[in-house]
């Protein structure tokens, strides 16, 4: 079936659709790792995102039970330069093509992905509209000047969860299908704000009891909960819109250790007086280097944030610059030793990605046990 992907500037690209027959809206990103396009498709960060891989051969793994970062399948739709409709992988249980379908999501291939990216790249990340349903240009720019866009808009709320829940796995073992699961030291309340679940199974495995709490869980909800640590969650989304998470944070720095990923970074940052700006079009991939400030060390990180602490929002404040990205000196990290509290702007919980940063789970326990 015929497919087109228009952007906000009149940028029109045909192809075939593959997945879900429909139309959807949504900032056009784009993410360069090689491997993991079922955990990037169920991470809820890139809810209201159409994800473009550059990777030119996407589905050539299928899908399987396992790989899920979350409830569902968060991206608004999904770009391809070629979907393999024939997987070959031993965990493989569903191709891609019928994954999208069984979960109502719209995939176009066939287009030049190269050039999409350089236009993202040079034009920036912009709003698009994805449809393999309505085809009219005409129409769909209409559809598409209604959607607002990712700036200012707390979308938190759309994807976090109505009520507390407790997470026992730990990280799964797929050749041995076994799990690391050791006795709970620690108890800590993960803020939910659109969670990856490779988060809560670290967390598991270096020792935590884990209960996962609401976006809008109160301070003296989470509090209540005696927790000797909180856990601040990746999530959608402009973090400067999250202002209940931002007060919430203000209101538990000092009194219990903090560590934040990503939109969590973003939050702690802004509860300590920091500032965030939205990037020209994002890090999204698997191979970033990120140098570690303390140890001097690089770390090949996985990424997925378009926007970013200002380094220079802490001048004159009590915060640490703890990690650099070294593609273009931006903030990756940041730390409080007086309020106990540190995050990273990128994701050392891999899935997918490289292993390098799992060190954090452990400094993070670490602080807990001081
Ligand atoms: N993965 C995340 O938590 C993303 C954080 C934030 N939504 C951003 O795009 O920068």
């Known amino acids: 079936m015929k497919a087109v992907l228009l952007l906000e500037d009149g940028t029109v690209f045909e192809g075939r659709g593959f997945g879900a027959k429909g139309c959807t809206c949504g900032e056009v990103v784009f993410n360069t790792s090689m491997t993991g396009y079922q955990e990037i498709l169920t991470d809820p960060s890139y809810h209201e995102q159409i994800i473009t891989m550059t990777y030119p051969l996407i589905g050539n793994v299928g899908t399987n ?3 899920w970062e979350s409830r569902k399948v968060f991206a608004a739709g ?3 330069k070629e979907n393999c409709p024939y997987p070959s992988n031993w965990r493989n249980q569903q191709t891609l093509d019928a994954y999208l379908k069984a979960n109502n999501v719209v995939g176009i291939e066939g287009i030049d992905t190269r ?3 350089r236009h993202i790249r040079t034009q920036g990340a912009m709003r698009g509209i994805l449809s393999s349903s309505e085809l009219g240009i005409k129409k769909l720019a209409a559809t598409l000047q209604e959607y607002p866009g990712l700036v200012g808009r707390d979308i938190v709320k759309d994807v976090t969860v ?6 026992t796995e730990g990280v799964l073992d797929v050749l041995t299908n076994t799990q690391d699961v050791p006795a709970p030291k620690y108890k800590v309340v993960a803020i939910d704000y659109g969670m990856k679940r490779n988060i809560l199974r670290l967390l ?3 020792g935590c009891e884990v209960v996962a709490v609401p976006a809008k869980a109160s301070a003296k909800e989470i509090l209540a909960h005696k927790p000797d640590g909180v856990f601040l969650s990746n999530g959608p989304g402009d973090p400067a819109a999250v202002t209940y998470a931002v007060e919430t944070v203000k209101a538990l720095l000092g009194k219990v250790p903090i560590f934040g990923i990503c939109l969590g970074h973003q939050i702690l940052s802004l509860a300590l007086g920091g500032a965030t700006y939205k990037l020209k079009f994002g890090h999204r991939g698997a ?3 990120v140098k570690n400030l303390r140890t001097g060390k690089i770390e090949i990180t996985s990424q997925n944030h ?3 602490v200002d380094l220079d929002s802490f001048k004159g404040k009590d915060v640490e610059l703890t990690h650099l990205n070294l593609n273009d000196n931006t903030c990756e990290g940041i730390r409080s030793d007086k309020l106990g509290a540190f995050a990273v702007q990128y994701h050392p ?3 997918p990605g490289p292993h390098d940063a799992r060190y954090l789970f452990t400094d993070f326990t670490a602080l807990m046990a001081r």
Do not use: I, Q, T
């Open 306 to 308: 378009g926007f970013c």
């Open 349 to 351: 919980e891999a899935s």
């Open 78 to 80: 999904f770009v391809v």
């Open 65 to 67: 039970p396992d790989d």
């Open 204 to 206: 598991v495995s270096h």
């Open 115 to 117: 050039r999409l990216v």
């Open 162 to 167: 109505a009520k507390p829940y407790e997470w």
């Open 287 to 289: 191979n970033h280097p």
